[in-house]
C-alpha cells in the first residue's frame, strides 16, 4: 500500500434498518486527493442478501436515520457554507430535500415515533460570530470573556458555540425544495430556514442527545454546563418537553454518560461509567450497560471485563434484548445483553464492528477486518454474511496480513501484539510503532500506518501495552500514577521477544515512532534505550506540567495519569529526561492541535535543538490532533511521504 491508497479506505457507518428488516441504509466514507477531503454517499442494501446501491450523491452525506414508517431516511449533508444540515430523502431513491438552514451546523438528527417530526441538536453561534455576519471574518470580532475552566476543544475551537435541541415538522414526501437565500446586500442579513424549527433549549449550556422517549412528548439529552471551575465528569440525564422545553431529571450526576437510548417499550438505557468521588477519574473508565429503573441505575455488564467505551460504542434493540460493542484484544465484537444481564455474542472472530441495527432477529453491522476497512454484514439464525466488497480495491494495492503473538515480559506478564514483514527472507530493518491513548488499542482492521512502512520495506511490530484497552480494566488501570514504568517494559520486551524470535527482523537496524500518547512513550524510550537509529514523536503528550491551561482536557488529564506531587511527575515527565536523548528525532505536530497543544512539540524540539541533538519539525497548517485519522487527504499523503524520507535517511532499507 502506498500513501495514495488512503484513498482506497472506504470506511462503513453505522447502518439503520427498516422495521420489517427487509432493507438497511448506510454510508460510506473514503479521503478523496483531488476534492482533498472526506466523500462519501449513502447507500440502501435489500435483505437478507441484496446487493448495495448508491441512494444519494452528494459531497460528503452521512448519518442516516430511517423514519417509523420506512419511507423515508434523514440524513446530514453539507450545505454551500460547508455547514451540515438535515435533508430527507425518499427511501426508494430521489431528489434530497433540505430540513434546516442552521448557522452554526447539524450534529445529529433523529425521527420522533409517529414520524411526524424531527428532533436535531445544532450548535448555536453567539450573534456576530462564526459567519453570523456576512463580510465579518474571526479577526474583526469583539473579544471573548472567559470564565469556565473549560473554553476549547479539539477540532471545534472555542466552546462559545453550545449545542441546542430543536424540533422541526418532517416536510411531506413532495416537498418543494428549499432554497437558500441570497446574502443582503445592505442591512443586517434576514435569514429565511428550510422549515421552522422549535428551538427547545437556551443559554450556555450544550446538550448532547436528541433521543425520543417512546410516547412522543419529550427528548431524553446530557446538558454540558461549563461552569467556572467544573472539573467534575458526572453528568446529569434529562428530559426535555417538546411542548415548551420543560426539564426534568432523569439521572442525578453520578455517572458519566457517553449513549443514551430508548427501547421500542420505553425502557430507557445508557452506557455509562463511574468517575470516583471526586468525579474526575476516567483512566480505564469501565464502561457498562446500565437499565435506568425508577429506583436509579442498575448495571447489567461487568465493567471490569467488558469494555463498552470504545469511540462510537452505541446501543441498538434486538427484541428486549439489547446489542452492544466489547473492545477485546484489538477486536471489537458485538453483545447481546438481555434485562437480565445474560451476555452472549452475537457477532466475533477476527473483526471490529463499528455500527449496529436490528430488527425482527435480524441484525446488520459495520464492519473492519484485516482484509477490509469497513463491510456491511448481516446476522441472522447465528450465520453471518458479509453483503458488500469495499474493500476489494485496496487489497488489490496489496496488504500484507499481521502475525499475532503474545511475548512474555520480564515480570512474565504477557504482552499482546502484531509483526507486519515484507515478502522475502530479508533480514529488514524493524521499526516500532506505540498506539495512542493510553487507553486505546492496536487492532486487526487494516491500517494504513503499518501498511506504508511494509510496503516502503520495514517489518513493524506493535503491540498494546499495559495501559492499553481490551485487556480488562486492571490492565488499562496498571499505569495509572506510574506512566514510562509497566508500559515501556512492555512495549520493549515485546520489541525484544519477537525479533529475537524471527531472523528476518534484524534488531541492530531499528527505529521507534508513534502519536499522542505513542509520542509520549517514544520520547520517552528514546531518553533510556539508545539502540534506535531514528525517532518520529508525533503530537505527543511530552510535557504533562504544561497541560493544565492549554490542552483542551488539560484541567484533569495529566492530573490523573501523572498525579499531582511533584517529584513523581517529574519521574514521569519527557522534558525532564529531554538531555538524555541522543536518537535524532523529527517532531510532528499539527497546528490547532487543541489536545496535545503545539508547544508540547516547540518546546521538546527546541530542547533537543539547544543541547545540539540532531532534529527537524513538521507543523502541519489547518490541522488538528486527528490529522492521521481525519485530515486533508493531501495532507496525510505528505506526511507519509515525510515520515518515508525520515526512515529513508536514517534507516535505509538497504543496510
Not at 292 to 308: A, C, K
Request: charged share 25%; net charge negative; aromatic share 8%.
Amino acid at each position: 500500500m502506498r500513501p495514495s491508497d488512503i484513498e482506497t479506505l472506504i470506511g462503513v457507518g453505522r447502518p439503520t434498518i427498516a422495521s420489517d428488516a427487509s432493507f438497511a441504509v448506510f454510508s460510506t466514507s473514503r479521503p478523496d486527493l483531488a476534492a482533498d477531503r472526506a466523500v462519501g454517499q449513502l447507500w440502501r442494501i435489500d435483505l437478507p442478501d441484496g446487493a448495495a446501491r448508491r441512494l444519494t450523491r452528494g459531497v460528503a452525506d452521512r448519518s442516516p436515520v430511517l423514519s417509523p414508517d420506512d419511507e423515508t431516511v434523514a440524513f446530514l449533508r453539507a450545505d454551500a457554507k460547508s455547514r451540515a444540515q438535515v435533508f430527507v430523502v425518499p427511501s426508494g431513491g430521489g431528489e434530497p430535500v433540505q430540513v434546516t438552514d442552521q448557522p452554526g451546523g447539524v450534529t445529529e438528527v433523529s425521527w420522533s415515533p409517529d414520524g411526524t417530526r424531527l428532533a436535531f441538536a445544532a450548535r448555536v453561534p453567539e450573534p456576530g460570530r462564526y459567519g453570523t455576519v456576512e463580510g465579518r471574518d474571526a479577526a474583526a470580532e469583539p473579544p471573548r470573556r472567559i470564565t469556565g475552566i473549560r473554553w476549547h476543544a479539539n477540532g471545534l475551537g472555542y466552546l462559545d458555540r453550545p449545542t441546542h435541541l430543536f424540533v422541526v415538522d418532517a416536510p411531506p414526501a413532495d416537498a418543494e425544495p428549499f432554497y437558500p437565500p441570497a446574502p443582503a446586500l445592505d442591512g443586517p442579513e434576514k435569514r429565511v430556514v428550510a422549515a421552522e424549527a422549535t428551538r427547545l433549549t437556551g443559554g450556555d449550556t450544550g446538550w448532547s442527545g436528541v433521543v425520543w422517549t417512546a410516547d412522543g412528548s419529550e427528548l431524553l439529552s446530557v446538558p454540558d454546563a461549563i461552569e467556572d471551575d467544573r472539573r467534575d465528569l458526572r453528568d446529569r440525564l434529562v428530559a426535555v418537553t417538546i411542548d415548551g422545553g420543560a426539564q426534568r431529571e432523569v439521572l442525578s450526576p453520578d455517572l458519566s454518560i457517553s449513549e443514551v437510548a430508548v427501547a421500542p417499550d420505553g425502557a430507557v438505557f445508557v452506557l455509562a461509567n463511574d468517575v470516583g468521588s471526586e468525579g474526575v477519574d476516567f483512566v480505564a473508565p469501565g464502561v457498562a450497560l446500565f437499565a435506568v429503573d425508577p429506583e436509579g441505575p442498575r448495571r447489567l455488564t461487568d465493567p471490569e471485563t467488558i469494555d463498552l467505551g470504545e469511540v462510537g460504542s452505541h446501543i441498538s434493540f434486538d427484541g428486549d434484548d439489547i446489542l452492544v460493542q466489547d473492545r477485546t484484544r484489538g477486536r471489537l465484537r458485538l453483545l447481546r445483553v438481555t434485562r437480565g444481564g445474560a451476555v452472549t455474542e452475537v457477532l466475533g472472530g477476527d473483526l471490529e464492528v463499528n455500527g449496529h441495527a436490528a430488527a425482527r432477529g435480524r441484525v446488520v453491522a459495520s464492519v473492519a477486518s484485516s482484509q477490509s476497512f469497513g463491510e456491511l454484514v448481516v446476522v441472522e439464525g447465528g450465520a453471518a454474511l458479509t453483503l458488500t466488497d469495499f474493500g476489494a480495491a485496496v487489497r488489490e494495492r496489496g496488504i500484507v496480513q499481521p502475525v499475532e503473538h503474545e511475548i512474555p515480559g520480564r515480570d512474565g506478564y504477557p504482552v499482546h501484539g502484531w509483526v507486519a514483514v515484507p515478502e522475502g527472507d530479508g533480514p529488514f530493518p524493524v521499526i516500532l510503532q506505540i498506539h495512542g491513548g493510553p487507553y486505546a488499542s492496536y487492532g486487526v482492521h487494516v491500517f494504513d500506518e503499518t501498511q506504508v512502512l511494509v510496503d516502503a520495506g520495514y517489518a513493524v511490530v506493535y503491540s498494546n501495552p499495559r495501559g492499553s484497552a481490551g485487556y480488562g480494566r486492571e490492565h488499562g488501570r496498571s499505569i495509572r500514577r506510574q506512566m514510562g514504568t509497566l508500559d515501556y517494559f512492555d512495549v520493549m520486551d515485546f520489541f525484544d521477544g519477537v525479533v529475537a524470535a524471527d531472523p528476518r527482523l534484524d534488531g541492530d537496524r531499528a527505529g521507534v515512532m508513534g502519536g499522542s500518547y505513542g509520542g509520549y512513550m517514544t520520547a520517552w524510550v528514546i531518553a533510556h534505550d539508545h539502540r534506535f537509529a531514528g525517532a518520529i514523536v508525533e503530537r505527543g503528550f511530552l510535557d504533562p506540567t504544561a497541560f493544565p491551561g492549554s490542552s483542551d482536557i488539560g484541567s484533569f488529564f495529566g492530573l490523573e495519569y501523572v498525579g499531582t506531587d511533584p517529584e513523581r511527575v517529574a519521574a514521569q515527565r519527557p522534558m525532564a529526561v529531554v538531555d538524555q536523548v541522543t536518537t535524532p528525532t523529527l517532531v510532528l505536530h499539527s497546528e490547532l492541535d487543541f489536545r496535545c497543544p503545539l508547544e508540547q512539540a516547540t518546546r521538546y524540539y527546541a530542547a533537543l535543538k539547544a543541547q545540539g541533538t540532531e532534529a527537524e519539525m513538521l507543523i502541519f497548517p489547518g490541522e488538528d490532533h486527528e490529522l492521521t485519522r481525519a485530515g486533508r487527504p493531501q495532507h496525510r499523503v505528505q506526511r507519509f511521504d515525510a515520515v518515508l524520507e525520515w526512515w529513508s535517511r536514517h534507516l535505509p532499507v538497504e543496510g
